[in-house]
DNA sequence: TCGAATTTGTGCGTATGTATC
DNA sequence: GGATACATACGCACAAATTCG
């Protein structure tokens, strides 16, 4: 029977089906570069591409001079998009639990790029405060964000840093609240894409791993755009959890 | 100054930037390997694999004979995900507006697999109709799903397949609000991953790009789960919206 | 219509560097 | 030190598709 799939392609998937059917376990090492040479009567080149096939997807990853190995897949956990919390902008949803959810930030008042203020409808170049954050689970980065606020809206209050002053790391909604401002919707955009070898770096993984993308902006009663943020999300590991309610 | 990363990496990173910074638009031609084998001094295989990275990473795509162009990854549109429409289990936002959404289903019968049985609080093995759902937008697929409803709810009566009798194409709330069932909740895990075989060639896309997942378990006002589902949507143009209320 | 040139996609053999055991 | 293994890179080759003279 012809198989239209080119050598490299079937290696790659025979490998992927092992490990999918318990075949390889995880940790478990996957047959050396040799072996599968051996095995499949192919080139170094046309075993290397094929696991590279496995590791692009996730599926495993390599370790210099020891071999390659299945990776754990497992997820840890769930970040939560619907939570009504205002006292954090992380929470998360976690498999055993036990893990400790951490975050940096760094603000500094900028002009608002273009994107960003078509998304709170002020004119681009428009004073905003720009904050980058680090979210972190057991010291290991899960999500890299950026968020714009307009300054016409904070400057001279307290929250107009969002990690410093007495509103300090509580959320948008926790801090918007206290200057009078009721936040009541926010609309989020969700996509993926393999990361940049940038973002790769921050996120402790490999280039071209996947990672699922947020755009979300938050509304005050008036429909009026008060922040908006961009992030990347690790999607080895981590998933996002959205509850609906249904009304009417 | 030594750049620590791999020469296809390098080429790599440049001709994404060339795209990012409008050098090449979409549609125009990438270099071919001849030229960027002499622009960079570089072999046959190593600007292949620079190629086969933007190509992996969605930047690019290569036609047989004629050569390597720019993807358009501008987004068509978001799936709408918080919506309260009973009558359509496939809304989305359009950029344009004039894109022709359409779907087909297949329904039947089964023992219920060990996860969806797990979502839905039956024993694995219990009957559920098991539908599978194929999304189009323009003819073109956009996203892959596959329902699972316990028979114990709606075996006997006329919503038992979710694409026939009165109630055919109404969506899950609609259609169980005909039993007298009211769906007031719905759960929605999101991740990311690259695609399989199977996956990439269903989508029409190439094997290995990314795809957003999606596991969703609709519940009714007594918590029971009534139905669950996974899917798997296109990443390169779709992408999903929430809309957020914040209550109190 | 034929043929040559170009381009992608795939594949083989080999070599080098580096890390681990 | 030596064997093994990963990661990168070079040179070459061929099939299939397109373009152009």
Redesign the interface.
């Known amino acids: 029977m012809g198989d239209a ?1 080119p050598v490299y ?1 079937r290696i790659a ?1 025979d490998l ?1 089906e092992r490990i999918d059917g318990g075949d390889l376990s995880v940790g478990a090492q996957i047959p050396s570069r040799s072996q599968l040479k051996r095995a499949y009567a192919a080139s170094d ?1 046309t075993v290397d591409r094929a696991v590279r ?1 496995l590791k ?3 599926y495993a990853q390599g370790q210099f001079g020891r071999g390659v190995f299945v990776a754990d897949r497992t ?1 840890v956990g ?1 970040l939560l ?2 939570t ?1 919390a205002v006292d954090s902008p992380f929470a998360a949803r976690l498999v055993p639990g036990g893990v400790a959810l951490t975050w940096e930030a760094v603000s500094t008042p900028a002009p608002a790029p273009r994107e960003a203020a078509r998304r709170l409808g002020i004119p681009a170049g428009d004073r905003v405060m720009c904050t980058q954050y680090e979210y972190l689970a057991d010291r290991k980065p899960v999500q890299l964000a950026v968020s714009w606020e307009p300054l016409a809206l904070t400057d001279g209050t307290d929250v107009v840093f969002p990690e410093r002053g007495p509103y300090a790391r509580r959320g948008v ?1 926790g801090r918007f609240a206290a200057i009078g401002i009721r ?12 990361a ?2 940038a973002e790769a770096e921050a996120l402790g993984c490999a ?2 791993q ?3 993308t947020l755009e979300r902006t938050h509304y005050d009663e008036r429909g009026r755009a008060v922040e908006t943020s961009e992030a990347v999300v690790r ?1 080895d590991r ?11």
């Open positions: 799939r392609q998937d992927r080149q096939v692009a997807a996730g997820p769930s998009r619907s009504g909604r936040v009541v919707r926010a609309a989020e955009l969700v996509g993926s894409r393999s940049t070898t280039p071209g996947c990672v699922t999607a981590w998933r996002l959890e959205y509850d609906i309610a249904f009304t009417g």
